[in-house]
């Protein structure tokens, strides 16, 4: 890795030649079979379209999750549309909603109907979706999402937005209409952990652009988003035992500048914005080493415990806490059990990669105090790959972020219960170069385009590892030579939706030639909403 980031890529990388207008007018109507990811199963009705008008109203189960996806589903409708799109509740049984009538008919499998509208019902009963998935009905007399579970609605209402013209990502009043395709889409997500990681502790990005980031994972139906918070170069989180780690040990970044860190109220803002579009935060604090930042601040967590100098390098494997020093795990101690009270969801990521100046006995040692730490705050352990040999902690979970597909340490963990991510460095990350010229990011795992991104399978990708063991996939984005939220999008986009559809469609739905034709279709909608995308000559 050079130790200066490469000249910034243009911020707004002009479109494909030949792609629509960006209210969506000349487009060819979405088809059912245009999403992505791809759905488990489509049927289509071509004399099933729906058209929205200003009277259309959306309905949902009476019940906080299925009224939020509601809210969630008007409001990105509204501002292209123009249309108010009131949101009321209806029952959670099979009692018909106000004023539609008592003749209409109640199905159970697609919820109350109701002609005109979009309906979203929750039923307990479609355990066959699964948490996460979900039935869209498009009839000429209305819509209706039903799902177990509201995160199915909520995946439901992405489905349905791809199916609208690329215009109804713009932010104001475009021409329409908004028609929706006839048919019906069944799906459901083949792995449970679908993701992407930002580092924010190279460049450190505000909460609003997380929120952003946010956004792009919910569209394409990932549900994690695994924050690098600690690094050599910037400690980005408020940890008020140890108060110094913020305001010190964030206050530079790569290349120097003001850098940052988020105080607990932003760390909780972003915790619940995620969490009301499903996604799970999953905090890195990365130990033993790429803890120089740390050491800014308390340097007596250090070997010599001499004061040093903020880093704005990117050279890594330089640092560590001094791992024989009780001082070193009350400080782990107080800021685990900190980020566990902040964060609600299951995991906490301990990295554990690239520790370079810690002996193997003494980062076994080191593994052994620590791994329990985080199990008993009621966490499940995750670490990247290098702390495969340590012993096994209930439930870990290894972040696997090779190149070479056999990994005999690894698959051996596997057998002793540790379960994986897969994120092998020349498919999934996104801080490298889609090609030799492009101007910001890395090539040390290759060049990595949108079908190199695309053409492979988790279950199958590691040797002597079953399927059973693999949870899913993360799409990691270092940000050494990534400086602006612009420069984040071009590196996601298109491959982040590759990936997504790696992690969600049945294999036998993921075809590497219908892919690129779908994706073609998602241009005009970047256009549309303002994102910043590589406009790969792999996708036409």
Known sequence: MSSTPPAAADARPEPTPGTTRPDGVGAAPARLDDVVPAPVHVDDDPAGSFTLTAGTTVRATDEPGALAVADQLAALLRPATGFPLPVTGLPRTG?????????????????????????????????????????????????????????????GVQTLRQLLPAGIEQPSPGTGPWVLPGGTVVDRPRFAYRGAMLDVCRHFFT??????????????????????????????????????????????????????????????????????????????????????????????????????????????????????????????????????????????????DEAFTVQPAEYATFLDRVQPMVTALGRTVVGWHQVAPAAHEPD?????WGTDPVDPVVADAVRRGARLILSPGNRTYLDMKYAADTPIGHDWAGLVEVHQAYDWDPATHLADVPA?????????????????????????????????????????????????????????????????????????
């Open 468 to 540: 059973e063991a693999v949870l899913g996939v993360e799409a990691p984005l270092w940000t050494e030579s990534v400086t602006t939220l612009a420069e984040v999008e071009f590196m996601l986009f298109p491959r982040l939706p590759a990936l997504a559809e790696v992690g969600w469609s049945p294999r036998s739905r993921q075809d590497w030639a219908g892919f690129r034709q779908r994706l073609a279709g998602h241009g005009p909608r970047w256009t549309a909403a303002g994102i910043t995308f590589h406009p790969s000559p792999e996708v036409p």
């Open 207 to 352: 909460v609003d652009e997380v929120l952003r980031v946010v956004d792009h994972l919910a569209r394409y139906k990932l549900n994690h988003l695994h924050l690098h918070l600690t690094d050599d170069q910037g400690w980005r989180i408020a940890v008020d035992s140890w108060p110094r780690l913020g305001p010190v040990g964030g206050a530079t970044q790569v290349g120097g500048g003001p850098g940052g860190h988020y105080s607990r109220a932003d760390y909780q803002r972003i915790v619940a914005y995620a969490a009301a579009r499903y996604v799970t935060v999953v905090p890195e604090i990365d130990l033993p080493g790429h803890t120089h930042a740390a050491l800014v601040a308390y340097p007596e967590l250090g070997r010599t415990g001499t004061a040093v100098e903020a880093y704005t390098g990117t050279e890594v494997g330089f640092s560590a806490v001094d791992t024989a020093s009780e001082l070193t795990y009350a400080f782990i101690g107080d800021v685990l059990r900190e980020i566990a009270e902040l964060t609600p969801g299951p995991y906490l990521h301990i990295g554990g």
């Open 396 to 400: 870990r979970v290894l972040q696997w």
């Open 95 to 155: 009692t018909p909603p106000p004023d539609t009538g008592a003749s209409l008919p109640v199905d159970p499998t697609t919820g109350p109907a109701s002609t005109g509208d979009i309906v979203l019902t929750l039923d307990p009963d479609a355990t066959d979706h699964g948490p996460e998935g979900y039935r869209l009905v498009v009839t000429a007399d209305g819509v209706r999402i039903s799902a177990a579970a509201s995160a199915g609605l909520f995946y």
